[in-house]
């Protein structure tokens, strides 16, 4: 923690810059110098468990359910520490489990199933209506991951966000969100 801060204070001492720390999902309430940054930072790959819903896959209704108590605990550690939160990653892959393990990939494959690909929306959906519905606290987040053509892991399927899919949610949500 001594170290923490120490970098901390040499950082400030030549920016004014906002200043964040990017604390793993099940270890952002242990993080004990969040006092000392600007905003609560965290990959927010959360495990949104919920049962599959009959075209067998959960139900926009059931991952937002899954999602509350991890936001309760994040709206409760920014209450206390008097810091609003970012999520610094926020991500699901087109996989048929990516609301159980978000911080795992797809195995690698040409193509993913049609479940997969929905369940990627779908995800993604409720996460941006999770950003609007606790606007007070949550101030928004990097998506995870959009590969620049013709780079070394642009040929990836891993965590691909650049699809006709994903592309086409995206433009939607952010167009609403502008307005």
Known sequence: EAEWRGLIA???????????????WDGV?????WDALDVIGVQAYFPLVAEAGPDGIPSSADL???WQPHLARLEALSERTGRDVFFAELGYDRSETTHERPWIGAPRRTTPSAAAV?????????????FEEQA????GGFLWKWFVP???????????????AARGLLSRRWVTASR
């Open 10 to 24: 040499e950082v400030r001492a030549v920016t004014e810059a906002h200043l964040t720390y990017s604390a793993n």
């Open 29 to 33: 309430e242990r993080v004990p110098f």
């Open 64 to 66: 937002r359910a899954a």
């Open 118 to 130: 929905t369940l990627q929306l779908r995800c993604l959906d409720v996460a941006f209506d999770v």
């Open 136 to 139: 007070d606290w949550l101030h």
């Open 150 to 164: 013709g780079s070394r892991r642009g040929g990836s399927t891993d965590f691909q966000l650049d699809n006709e």
